[in-house]
């Protein structure tokens, strides 16, 4: 699937980085099944660049436009599964 990923034009290349590898999460999440504590770990780092809620929101939802991915979902299910090694959507 090809799409373009949500890209806030103020970010450093680090952060554009950071923030693909967490969508990458997401997308493994969906396709395959993704370790949980990679998940998060990615989240966090991701929490750390877009630390405003509607912020995050409004990338989520271009995410889930263009590629039909709910990162809002996946995260929600890996917080709710601390028992949970692999989260698959």
Wanted: charged share 35%.
């Amino acid at each position: 699937m090809e799409y373009q990923y949500p890209i806030v034009p103020d970010w450093s290349t680090e952060e554009i980085i950071d923030v693909i590898k967490f969508f990458e999460c997401v997308e493994k999440g969906y396709e395959s099944g993704v370790d949980r504590d990679e998940l998060m770990k990615q989240y966090r780092r991701f929490k750390d660049i877009v630390p405003s809620k509607s912020e995050e929101k409004k990338i989520f939802d271009q995410f889930a436009e263009t590629s039909g991915y709910s990162s809002y979902l996946i995260i929600k299910k890996s917080k709710e599964s601390n028992d949970m090694k692999m989260i698959k959507m």
